[in-house]
C-alpha cells in the first residue's frame, strides 16, 4: 500500500471513531483525534455560537459542556467521500440528541475534515442553524 492509501485509510477510520467517540459521550478519547492547533469552522452558526472554536483546548472544553447537556446523541453516517489528497474527508450524517429536559434535537450535516500527520487539524461543519438553535439555548441556560 502506498502511503497515499494509507493516509486515506487512517483518515476514514479517525472520521469513524469520531462519530463514535461522541455518541458515546467519550470525549476524553474523542479529544486523542484532534490536532493542537485543530479549528471548527462553522459557517452558518445560530445565534450566540461563534462561528469557529480554535485550539484543541478551547475545542475539548466546548464539546464538554455541549455534550453535558445531552442525554443521549446519534450520528448516522449517510456517506463518506475521501479527497483524492488523502487529507481531507467529507461526510454526510443525521444528528439525533435528547437535550436534558426532554428537547429533541434533529439535524442534517455536511461535514469536511482536514487531516495534520493523522490528526483532526479542521473541522467544517455545515447544517440549518435554526435547528441548532434548541442546542445552542440550552447551553445558555446553563
Do not use: C
Amino acid at each position: 500500500m502506498t502511503d497515499l492509501h494509507t493516509n486515506r485509510a487512517r483518515n476514514l477510520e479517525t472520521v469513524r471513531i469520531f462519530f463514535e467517540l461522541m455518541q458515546r459521550k467519550d470525549i476524553d478519547s474523542w479529544s486523542d483525534l484532534w490536532a493542537e492547533n485543530g479549528r471548527i469552522i462553522v459557517f452558518y452558526p445560530p445565534a450566540g455560537f461563534g462561528d469557529s472554536i480554535d485550539g484543541k483546548a478551547a475545542i475539548v472544553a466546548a464539546f464538554r459542556e455541549l455534550f453535558g447537556n445531552f442525554e443521549s446523541f446519534e450520528s448516522e453516517l449517510t456517506a463518506i467521500y475521501p479527497a483524492a489528497d488523502a487529507e481531507a474527508v467529507v461526510v454526510e450524517y443525521r444528528n439525533r440528541a435528547m437535550i436534558k429536559g426532554g428537547t429533541e434535537y434533529t439535524n442534517s450535516n455536511i461535514a469536511v475534515f482536514r487531516f495534520e500527520n493523522g490528526l483532526i487539524s479542521a473541522y467544517h461543519d455545515y447544517f440549518d442553524p435554526r435547528r441548532f438553535q434548541v442546542v445552542v439555548d440550552a447551553l445558555a441556560k446553563n
